[in-house]
């Protein structure tokens, strides 16, 4: 990332901030959403994911925010994302997270294998 590109990604960060949810104490599963998105006219985002992938979910966050601040994107219900091979396809949809309020879930979409076909 250039130096430029790397000062607006730490300005993203100071006014956008992750938190991780985990969903119960049996499950593994991490509910990562925004919280500073509503201030640009978007709904928060959030994702739900693993231990394995949280790093790599909060990293998307991170770049869908910069979209979101740095280039003015705004993302709706049903929107389908592909912008970026290494995060795969995903849809955004309406969901409710913990307390109720309305959020914006990435939702991967299943991808085929291309050696063997599932």
Same mark, same amino acid.
């Given at each position: ?34 919280? %500073?998105? +509503?201030?640009?006219?978007?709904? #928060?985002?959030?994702?739900? !994911? ?6 790599? $979910? /909060? ?18 219900? %049903?929107? +389908?994302?592909?912008?970026?091979? #290494?995060?795969?396809?995903? !849809? ?6 913990? $307390? /109720? ?18």
């Amino acid at each position: 990332m250039a130096e430029k590109d790397e000062a607006k990604m730490q300005q993203v960060m100071k006014e956008v901030r992750l938190d991780g949810v985990i969903d119960d104490e049996t499950s593994a599963a991490i509910e990562l959403h925004t919280h %500073g998105l +509503n201030r640009y006219g978007q709904l #928060e985002l959030m994702v739900v !994911t693993n231990t394995l992938f949280y790093q790599a $979910a /909060g990293r998307l966050l991170n770049q869908l925010a910069y979209n979101v601040i740095i280039n003015g994107e705004r993302f709706k219900d %049903g929107e +389908n994302c592909d912008y970026r091979p #290494e995060f795969g396809i995903f !849809t955004f949809q309406m969901a409710k997270d913990k $307390a /109720g309020g309305e959020v914006l879930r990435i939702v991967p979409r299943q991808l085929t294998c291309e050696i063997c076909g599932h």
